[in-house]
């Protein structure tokens, strides 16, 4: 558990609460393990196991609240939300999963988490590939000795540095139909792998699956910055199961850039551009067929973590698939709990990063396609004012009256970020050819 202080205890944070909406949900206690308060609940409601939505609760100085004030709000939300059809698929019809988790072991706790959660998972045929992307010779051999404890997982050195160099290491070495990703700060829900096999099983015109992303804890002000900021990452959060639907490669240009989302009966329930696609899903919680990432040609290794493009590499893979005519499932019942930074200067410097890593993945597009130009101008204006309408009201975000509010810089150094993408990926992409020439 993360506390601002070692010994003292600390009021704030928003307790992060699962309730089964079948059963009775309990009281909710105000204070905190380390003997402060929290301000108030962030209450995820299940029914059948699958998240449907999210109710806050503030405490307002009050010790305790009530069980039954739980419960109206929780069935509150439960009677807005449409029944859902919850298929069974048998074992031996679910494909082959390789969950891949690239590290750079500067979070080893996290690690050692996230890795016995995965073997926990439910799915009779996974293998787990850890990718040892670390720089630091002190740590030499530890990734070996944290996945020693769990006997399915294997270990793949990658020395380029870089989170898409560790991915195409871990698809290369992957033996699974799908292959599956996750970060070393997540920790995955017991249900999660079967969730994605049997949406995969499902919809065999998906190629990518993508699945709901919860914050694992709201102890901090920064922790719970990122979610008011973002809403979650992608800046949108649903619990709605959907269908993103790339248009044809034959089409023109202005068409291809637009996105089709489905519902689960096949409704259109809206349109966005292509370059907005961080609503379909994100790297902590992605999933393609293999066939499919070898299409693509894998991940672009100047975009990423650990290079100076400092993101962008989840983005790109899911506009590819979407602007090759692709398709890309949304799974609600496949949940992953990531744990956001926990303090501000962190929180500054990933927003920042997430700027610059932004306009540097459009870059690597228009650099690898020329005709993203023409996609761009026709689409960016529609996207902006969408992005923009999110940031003002981000889904899912905690009830503003629960803690502060964000700093206002955020936003700033976002845009900042995004002021130096293009400079950073033409750089990366430098460093990228020459590290790849001197291997």
Known sequence: ??????????????????????????????RRPDGGR?????????VAGTPVGLVELAFGGRDVIPADEVRARVDALTREVPPRERPQVADADLPGVSVVVATDLKRPDQLRTCLAALAAADHPDVEVVLVDNSRDPGVAGLAEQIASVHPGVRVVREPVPGLSAARNAGVAAAQGEVVAFTDDDVRVDPGWLRALATRFALRPDEDAVTGLILPAELETDAQLWFERHYG??????????????????GAPVSRRARVTVEDARGGVVRTFAVYGAGVAGAGANMAFRARTLRDLGGFDPALGAGTPARGGEDLAAIIGVLWSGGSIGFEPSAVVFHTHRADYAALRDQVGGYGLGYTAMLSALVLTDPRHLLGLASQLPIAARTV??????????????????????LSRLSRRG???????????????????AGR
Do not use: C, K, N
């Not at 205890?9 to 206690?29: K, T, Y």
């Not at 130096?420 to 992409?429: D, E, I, K, L, Q």
């Open 388 to 409: 923009l309408a999110r940031r003002r009201a981000p889904a899912g975000a905690p009830d503003p009256a629960i803690g502060p509010p964000p700093p206002a810089e």
């Open 1 to 30: 558990m993360v506390t601002s202080t070692e010994h003292q205890p600390r009021d704030g944070g928003v307790q992060v609460v699962l309730a089964d909406a079948e059963l009775l949900p309990p009281a909710l206690d105000a």
């Open 232 to 249: 979650g990452f992608g800046g949108e959060r649903t619990f709605t199961p959907l269908t993103y639907r790339g248009t044809a490669v």
């Open 418 to 436: 995004a002021v130096r993408g293009p400079a950073s990926y033409v750089r990366s992409r430098r460093v990228a050819r020459e590290r790849a």
């Open 38 to 46: 929290w301000t108030g609940a962030w209450v995820v409601v299940r």
